[in-house]
């Protein structure tokens, strides 16, 4: 397929899969500026000005144009053919992004694109994640693998905003209770990144309150069967945990889906040298603030002595202790539970052990609360 010249970035000479302009106003395509300014260089590859400003505005109108084009020539090309899909970056952006295109052809495409290099699946990052959200479950779990295979990619994210749109909050849902294993790991995977990622913050707040309770479901994986997808739960909580720790409302709903008491039980059976355990107390530490959690953290008052001084866990028992004393403070019944569970022994421990200063500080308060101070002195 001959490519106007228009449609050609200066640098990779490809046609445009994302195109970005400088403040010369110069379009180049976002991966191949991103490495020319990745790389250390200050200017504009073509004028060579030095960059006073270094962001990359969209230029809709290019990407509109191109679009328009490759509807326009692509059926004289047979973008259906499976050999076409194979040789032609535009006939995949085709096959992906139009409605006419069967979904057996789909699904080929995704096939292929699995198989080829990461820079042929940036450049349709946008239709991956339109796929994503498909009704199609099939179209969904192939575009998963891609979008998973890209979560490293700095653009990616752009494109998963569309995760606000209360429609795509439901199908990710179902894709996620209806998922296989792998489908279940990758869907934790993505949005453990999601939690990560400093450019869509924003977005963890709407994940928590989704009407079709996803991290309900995600609660629910922390108890399954396969390590591996347990394991992967675990992150993306702790992830979303730490992205909300202050946002009263986001935390809430994440304490009301069920997250202390799971990440508790998951604490109980992770390995203690696995990293996991610290991770899960640390966000049940992070989530004790939030409305209701006390009366959630109730049931789990024995586990979380029996988190405490375990180990090789200084850091897991300094988180335990510091969930302990905020569900101690609000409730004589929680420190009575900790008290018959054996947590003034544990505390001594803690207090003589090589744990830090943080840690023992932590243990001394509690005791305090516990009304055991007066005794340990003496």
């Known amino acids: 397929m001959s490519i106007p010249p228009l449609f050609v ?42 960059l006073c400003d270094a962001s990359l505005v969209p230029n809709t109108t290019l990407r ?58 940036r450049s349709v990052e946008c239709e991956l994640v339109r796929l994503l959200f498909s009704d199609e479950i099939a179209l969904a779990t192939q575009a998963l693998e891609c979008v998973v295979s890209l979560l490293s990619s700095p653009s990616i994210m752009g494109h998963l905003n569309m995760l606000e749109e209360e429609p795509n909050q439901e199908r ?7 998922g296989d294993v792998r489908v279940k790991r990758g869907l934790c995977r993505l949005l453990e990144s999601i939690a990560s990622s400093p450019d869509v913050r924003a977005l963890c707040a709407t994940i928590a ?3 079709k309770p996803i991290v309900k479901e995600l609660v629910t994986l922390l108890r399954h069967e396969e390590s591996e997808v347990s394991d992967a739960a675990a992150a993306s909580v702790c992830a979303l945990a730490r992205a909300v720790e202050k946002n009263n409302r986001a935390r809430a709903c994440l304490v009301e889906c ?12 992770a390995r203690v040298d696995g990293g996991g355990c610290v991770r899960a107390l640390g966000a049940v530490e992070a989530l004790m603030g939030a409305e209701g959690a006390g009366e959630r953290a109730m049931g789990a008052v024995g586990e ?23 569900v101690c403070r609000g409730s004589e019944k929680a420190r009575e539970k900790a008290v018959e569970a054996g947590v003034v022994g544990r505390l001594l421990l803690l207090m003589q052990s090589q744990c830090g200063s943080t840690g023992k500080a932590k243990a001394k308060a509690l005791l305090k609360l516990l009304g055991c101070m007066g005794n340990v002195q003496g």
């Open 9 to 50: 970035c200066p640098i990779s000479l490809e046609l445009f899969t994302d195109p970005v302009t400088l403040s010369t106003g110069q379009t180049y395509d976002r991966p191949a500026i991103e490495r020319w300014l990745s790389g250390g260089n200050l200017t504009c590859p073509v004028t060579m000005q030095r």
């Open 64 to 121: 509109v144009l191109i679009d328009n084009w490759l509807l326009s020539t692509a059926p004289h090309k047979s973008p259906q053919s499976p050999d076409n899909t194979n040789s032609s970056l535009p006939l995949f952006k085709h096959n992906l992004a139009s409605i006419e295109t069967s979904i057996n052809t789909k699904l080929d495409t995704l096939k292929k694109l699995r198989e080829s290099p990461t820079e042929h699946k």
């Open 172 to 178: 990710l849902f179902d894709l996620m209770v209806r």
């Open 209 to 211: 309150r989704a009407p």
């Open 258 to 269: 069920g997250a202390i008491e799971g990440l508790v039980r998951y604490a109980s059976r």
């Open 304 to 326: 979380l002595v029996g988190m405490v001084f375990r180990v090789a866990e200084h850091e897991g028992s300094e988180h335990a202790v510091g969930a302990l004393a905020e």
